[in-house]
Nanobody, 114 residues
Framework: VGLVESGGGLVQPGGSLRLSCAAS????????MSWYRQVPGKERELVAG????????NYKDSVKGRFTISRDNTRKMVYLQMNSLKPEDTAVYYC????????WGQGTQVTVSS
């Protein structure tokens, strides 16, 4: 299993970023996928999830209406579109395969600052 995140960076408050997660080693369409984030000194927290078959999504309350999780099973990609970013969204963002305890990517840093 391989998960590689990209798309992080520095953005001003109110700006947008799209994170990408390239999946390999498994058939993406059958599995639930999630995005988590973590700041130093705090536990990793669930930001958004998307089910395998069916594609039902769920979001952390503080990102509802601003973030959108999606997937492209053909390209084996999972995305997190982040709009109206706030300084409190600053974190390392991780892609996770929700299977057998979970598989994680290496993370990508998102910094929201003026």
């Amino acid at each position: 299993v391989g998960l590689v995140e990209s798309g992080g960076g520095l953005v001003q408050p109110g700006g947008s970023l799209r994170l990408s997660c390239a999946a390999s080693g498994f058939t993406l369409m059958w599995y639930d996928m999630s995005w988590y984030r973590q700041v130093p000194g705090k536990e990793r927290e669930l930001v958004a999830g998307i089910a395998g078959p069916g594609g039902i999504t769920n979001y952390k309350d503080s990102v509802k209406g601003r973030f959108t999780i999606s997937r492209d099973n053909t390209r084996k990609m999972v995305y997190l579109q982040m709009n109206s970013l706030k300084p409190e969204d600053t974190a390392v963002y991780y892609c996770k395969l929700d299977y057998r305890g979970g598989y994680w990517g290496q993370g990508t840093q998102v910094t929201v600052s003026s």
